[in-house]
């Protein structure tokens, strides 16, 4: 694993904990095991982890009390927007994307700018 997908590891531990809390964030990474994508495999299985999120959501959502009239796809795409902003600001990277992203793309585009940053020093 190199020092991107452990930031990007640890970007995404910190915002599942600071929405589900300990408890919650583990039970989320429980699940993406038994989904054939454990934790340290993210970096590796990004559309995996972008849908399973869609899928956890879904069955939060049916739950939840109040939803706020937010769907699952839309709370997925808020959490996936919160880890690019934090993880870019990590790297000293402007985020000025508007609207939903496409999760796995991003991540793998900020890879490359991360690499090139790193390669530049």
Do not use: W
Not at 68 to 95: D, N, T
């Amino acid at each position: 694993m190199d020092e991107f997908d452990r930031l990007l590891l640890e970007t995404i531990d910190e915002v599942l904990r600071s929405v589900f809390g300990d408890r919650g964030t583990q039970r989320i990474y429980d699940y993406l095991e038994r989904r054939s994508c454990p934790q340290m495999e993210i970096p590796l299985k990004l559309e995996v982890f972008s849908q399973e999120m869609r899928n956890i959501l879904f069955d939060e959502t049916r739950h939840a009390r109040f939803s706020y009239g937010i769907s699952a796809q839309g709370r997925a795409a808020i959490l996936e927007k919160s880890i690019a902003k934090i993880l870019c600001y990590k790297m000293g990277v402007s985020f000025n994307e508007t609207g939903p992203i496409n999760f796995a793309s991003f991540m793998r585009k900020l890879k490359e700018v991360y690499l090139h940053k790193r390669k530049g020093m």
